[in-house]
Each structure stands twice: as structure tokens, then as C-alpha cells.
RNA sequence: GUGGGCGUAGCUCAGCUGGUGGUAGCUCCUGGUUGUGGUCCAGGCGGUCGUGGGUUCGAGUCCCAUCGCUCACCCCA
């Protein structure tokens, strides 16, 4: 087979049985919501590129070079959303989901573009869930949020996972602390790796990320970011970790935890799935109280997450814990004589209304085959019309598990399949 | 973006130091005496060996390029 074409680099074609597994997962996550209180959103798929950049920050990776930009035809520079979380503060702030109750709390699922170097795990359109509480500054928030995430993977089925915690202060802390570490890396600036030179100015949390042993070891006594944020930001952290404790959700605190996006400010976390090597991060969250400001709204607390669906999806299949998708199918249709089909496939209809899993052969096969293919679908019953029955006006339906047929009058099928099937 | 590995039927793969693509397995289709599935048997469909160049009398096999997949760096969900 030579197709001229292939599915672009980095997206993925979802054939039925991985669509419906990944459906059944998003599906699990609305439920989940649902009970939590949190209310389904939705947005574009692509947005203004300035909210994006101003929200993220232009020195991240994701606005600096990871963004699918265009121009429409009145000139609007536009980019397909990286993420959830700067459009559903758009919403908010757009809407006025200010004057409801507070926290406003959503959730979302949907796909997210990211122009990056495709690998297992890592696709430029991936699918996201996420879920954001707006409006709130109460550390309550941030650990129901945790929750929330971690009982999406339990309701997988997931094991194994593993939550990381930190707080990185607040928007006046940020700067101190940088100036700070900068002084570090400068201090040890020939025992660490050019990378870390590198990001030294643009984004020097970066360097606690680091996979080079020796500049490890030289981050492993640099100045942390919980020791030097501000004491209402402790206070928050801990009481964030008092609620996760009492929920008894089990964590690290990792105070070499940063996040990749600017607007992060005090909790942030993140959940891994060790065995995914390289893309083991399958979801990560935090605290972004300056959001809402950088985009020209009113102060603004928040807190959400996002998970990717493909990642979480492929710790299920290493774990073979699939959500199983059976599609229970309670009659086919086997019909050998050819002047019968149009009535009986009328009478599909009619099952179909009554709340009657059926279908009839589609493909012109002959009797075994007919049965061949009831048998696969795994019909409960197969409803057989041939020249005898049709000139009788009665079919033959039978019983797949014991074999057994009774003779059933046309004008009475429906009815005795929807007995039949109970 | 930078490196390593791989690319043979729908799927999983054989194919030895270049010499005519496999009775391979699974799937699919059709049969195995008159209208009945799951097992078994037989037959059949299906490949320009990712693509394009090159070396050679001859390339699936060697070389180059390109595309795709994959792993790592990087980044993040």
C-alpha cells in the first residue's frame, strides 16, 4: 500500500477501539466532575496568539517556539491553544463569571497543539482534561483540586502514580529568589552544563530540571524556592498540605518542582507515571492568582490542572487496563432470501426504537457467512428468514449460547425480542 | 531543533556473505453436497519490499537523500 497521504506529523488517527477507550476515559473525568461540583466549559480552538503569550510568558517554550500561528483574512494573529487554562480565564473574566458563586469551577476536555518533537507520548495535537477553580484563594481549592486528579486515575484503574508538591511563592517573590539563584550559578558556572548556561538569564528555574549528574549535584545545594517566599505563601502551602493529609492523598514535597509556564504562582504540583520514561509527566497543576491581571482583568485568584489523555491512555495499555467498551448486540439479522431483505430491514427500524441492539448482513454473504458474522458480533440471538419462513410470513429466532430456535410470526418479532432480551 | 535504531501483505514477522518476493501465522472472502456460527480442512483476495536516486550483469539485501515510526536529549500534559 503506497498512500499519497499520512496523517500529519504528530497527530494521531484514533481507530475505534482506542477512540472508545479514550472517550470512556473523558467520560470517566465528567462524571468525576460532576459529583465534584465542577460544570463542563468550552472555548476555541484557537485564540487570540496575545493571550497565550502574555499569560504563559513569551521566555517560556510553549509561547517561544511551541505555538501553531497564523493570520486570518482581517489579519488577526491567531494560535491553536497550547493549553486550557488561559482561555477558561478568558471565559471567566469575559462572561462575568465573577458575579456567581465563588470559586467558579470548570472543566474542559478537548485537544491542545504544541509544535514539539514528536516521540511516545509527546504529539503536536493531544487531548487534555482540565479542570480550574476561579475565584478562590483558599488552600481548600488547591487540595480539592489534587483530589480530583488523583481520583480520575484511580477510577481508571491507574496504579502507581506519583504526586509531587511545591509552592513557589508569590509574583513579589519571584524576583529575590531568581537574583539569588543567578548569584548561586554564577558562583559554580564551570561545574555545570552549557544548558544551564543558557537558560541562566531567561529562565533559571529551569536548571533544578537538569538530567547532567554534576550540575545535579551542584542544584542539590542551591538556594530552594519554599525558603524563600513569603510567609502568607508558607502558611498557604501548609495548609494546602494539612487538607491533602486529612484526605489522605500521599505526596513528596519537591522543592526543585517548577512549572513551565509564568503565570504559576504558590501550589504547584504534578503527577507522573515512573514506567512512561522519557513523557512520565501525565498531568501537572498549580496556583496562577496573577493570571487573570496579566490579560487586563481584576486580581484574580485561581487553581486548575490539566492531564494528557494520550499519556494517561498508554499507562493504561502498559498496565492492560483498557476501559472496556462492550457493545452488548441482541439480534442479527439473517436473512437468505433476497426478496425478504427490504421488509426485515424495515423491521431493523422498528427493534431499533424499541431498545433493540440489532443489525442485518450488509455485505451480500450467503448462510454461513450470515452466521459467521452473527456469531462475531456476538449476537444474543439470530433472527433467520429464508424462502420457508418468508412465504409463512415467520422467522426462526435463535438462541446463540444454547442453539435452541422457536418459530416467531413476523407481525410478532420486535415484541419477542424486547421480552427476550429481558 | 540534535543524536541512535527501524521501515517486507490489513496486523505480526521470515528472507543467511546482493542471484526470480514467503505453501509463514492472524485477519478477510468463498467452499466442505440441498438453508444455520464458534473447531477443523481446502481454496482465494492481498505487496511497484516507505519513497527517490546511485553502485552492479543483477538490489528487499550495498551507498546517498527524503519521508515516516521509534528511543534519548530538550520541552511539557
Not at 44 to 56: D, H, W, Y
Not at 409 to 417: D, R
Amino acid at each position: 500500500m503506497s498512500d499519497d497521504f499520512n496523517a500529519p506529523r504528530g497527530t494521531l488517527d484514533w481507530l475505534p477501539a482506542r477512540q472508545a477507550a479514550r472517550h470512556a476515559m473523558i467520560e470517566r473525568f465528567r462524571e468525576l466532575c460532576i459529583g465534584a461540583g465542577y460544570a463542563e466549559a468550552a472555548t476555541p480552538v484557537f485564540e487570540e496568539k496575545a493571550l497565550f503569550s502574555r499569560t504563559a510568558g513569551e521566555s517560556s517554550e510553549v509561547v517561544g517556539k511551541e505555538m501553531y500561528l497564523f493570520e486570518d483574512q482581517g489579519e488577526r494573529m491567531l494560535a491553536l491553544r497550547p493549553e486550557f487554562t488561559a482561555s477558561l480565564m478568558r471565559l471567566y473574566l469575559g462572561n462575568g463569571l465573577s458575579r456567581e458563586a465563588q470559586p467558579v469551577r470548570l472543566w474542559c476536555a478537548g485537544s491542545c497543539y504544541r509544535y514539539a518533537a514528536v516521540q511516545r507520548g509527546r504529539y503536536r495535537e493531544f487531548t487534555q482534561v482540565d479542570a480550574e477553580a476561579i475565584g478562590s484563594d483558599d488552600p481548600a481549592v488547591d487540595a480539592d483540586l489534587i483530589a480530583l486528579q488523583l481520583r480520575w486515575y484511580r477510577a481508571l484503574g491507574l496504579e502507581g502514580v506519583e504526586l509531587r508538591i511545591n509552592t513557589i511563592g508569590d509574583q513579589g517573590d519571584r524576583e529575590p529568589y531568581l537574583a539569588l539563584l543567578r548569584d548561586y550559578l554564577d558562583a559554580h558556572l564551570d561545574a555545570v552544563d552549557d544548558e544551564i548556561r543558557r537558560q541562566r538569564d531567561v529562565n533559571p528555574l529551569r536548571a533544578f530540571d537538569t538530567k547532567h549528574p554534576p550540575s545535579q549535584a551542584v542544584m542539590a545545594n542551591a538556594p530552594k524556592i519554599a525558603d524563600h517566599v513569603s510567609e502568607a505563601a508558607t502558611e498557604h502551602f501548609a495548609a494546602v498540605r494539612a487538607f491533602l493529609d486529612a484526605r489522605g492523598v500521599e505526596y513528596t514535597v519537591d522543592p526543585t518542582l517548577v512549572r513551565g509556564l509564568d503565570y504559576y504562582c504558590r501550589t504547584t504540583w504534578e503527577f507522573a507515571w515512573p514506567e512512561l520514561g522519557g513523557q512520565s509527566g501525565i498531568g501537572g497543576g498549580g496556583r496562577y492568582d496573577g493570571l487573570a491581571e496579566s490579560i487586563g482583568g481584576p486580581a484574580t485568584p485561581g487553581v486548575g490542572f490539566a492531564s494528557g489523555v494520550e499519556r494517561v491512555l498508554l499507562a493504561l495499555e502498559e498496565q492492560e487496563r483498557l476501559p472496556a467498551t462492550p457493545r452488548p448486540v441482541d439480534a442479527f439479522f439473517a436473512i437468505f432470501t433476497p426478496a425478504a431483505r427490504p421488509e426485515l430491514h424495515a423491521l431493523l427500524d422498528v427493534a431499533r426504537d424499541a431498545g433493540v441492539v440489532c443489525e442485518a448482513d450488509l455485505a451480500g454473504r450467503g448462510v454461513k457467512g450470515q452466521m459467521k458474522q452473527a456469531d462475531r458480533i456476538g449476537a444474543a440471538r439470530t433472527v433467520v428468514c429464508g424462502d420457508d419462513e418468508w412465504t409463512r410470513r415467520v422467522c426462526l429466532v435463535r438462541d446463540m449460547t444454547s442453539g435452541q430456535q422457536v418459530e416467531v410470526p413476523l407481525a410478532g418479532l420486535v415484541e419477542h425480542l424486547v421480552n427476550a432480551k429481558g
